[in-house]
T-cell receptor, first 110, second 113 residues
Framework: AQTVTQSQPEMSVQEAETVTLSCTYD???????LFWYKQPPSRQMILVIR??????QNATENRFSVNFQKAAKSFSLKISDSQLGDAAMYFC???????FGTGTRLQVFP | DSGVTQTPKHLITATGQRVTLRCSPR?????VYWYQQSLDQGLQFLIQ???????AKGNILERFSAQQFPDLHSELNLSSLELGDSALYFC????????????FGQGTRLTVV
């Protein structure tokens, strides 16, 4: 069975600072993808970043990067130079079936 | 705009009733997922279709059913509605059945009164 665990229900960060959101997962698949999605107050689900398990290099997208530790089954999201618009729920997700963790609410303070 | 269209955006109905939620995937996408998100909760995976066939099933209640039609649009049918079924229902689509990102519609907000 697949599981995704986000152990931080809430996090906060000051504008321009860096924050890291944690995610651990379990799967019996050898080939899988991991994602971070963002859900702002509008409730729209927005893809932030993806990581293919077969790639050793950590994915980056502008201010967003991941730390993918395959052996530890860990997949954290680092947001650099945080902006007020980054305030949202962040969900970690895993294939085969696209299942989601319970989310982390990120607050950004000016 | 993700390219995934869900209708209606809002739906208010009474307990015991039946409703149908509709999803049109992005052009070229063959797979459709359905999720339920209750207030301030995570996304619960309900069911996935690929090219008209059921591919994976999550914690979908027996009162709920879905299908994907030959034109690839999908419908989620919710029957004998209860107050606890009030939630945001998302549809997402992807080009492949697995190991690819999915793009989400705006969701249908269902309120059962």
């Amino acid at each position: 069975a697949q599981t995704v665990t986000q152990s931080q229900p809430e996090m906060s960060v000051q504008e321009a600072e860096t924050v890291t959101l944690s995610c651990t997962y379990d799967t019996s698949e050898s080939d899988y993808y991991l994602f971070w999605y963002k859900q702002p107050p509008s409730r729209q689900m927005i893809l932030v970043i993806r990581q293919e398990a077969y790639k050793q290099q950590n994915a980056t997208e502008n201010r967003f990067s991941v730390n993918f530790q395959k052996a530890a089954k860990s997949f954290s999201l680092k947001i650099s130079d945080s902006q007020l618009g980054d305030a949202a729920m962040y969900f970690c997700a895993l294939t085969d079936k696209l299942i989601f963790g319970t989310g982390t609410r990120l607050q950004v303070f000016p | 705009d993700s390219g995934v269209t869900q209708t209606p955006k809002h739906l208010i109905t009474a307990t015991g009733q039946r409703v149908t939620l509709r999803c049109s995937p992005r052009s070229g996408d063959l797979s459709v997922y359905w999720y339920q998100q209750s207030l301030d909760q995570g996304l619960q995976f309900l069911i996935q279709y690929y090219n008209g066939e059921e591919r994976a099933k999550g914690n979908i209640l027996e009162r709920f059913s879905a299908q994907q039609f030959p034109d690839l649009h999908s419908e989620l049918n919710l029957s004998s509605l209860e107050l606890g079924d009030s939630a945001l229902y998302f549809c997402a689509s992807s080009v492949r059945p697995t190991n690819t990102e999915a793009f989400f519609g705006q969701g249908t907000r269902l309120t059962v009164v």
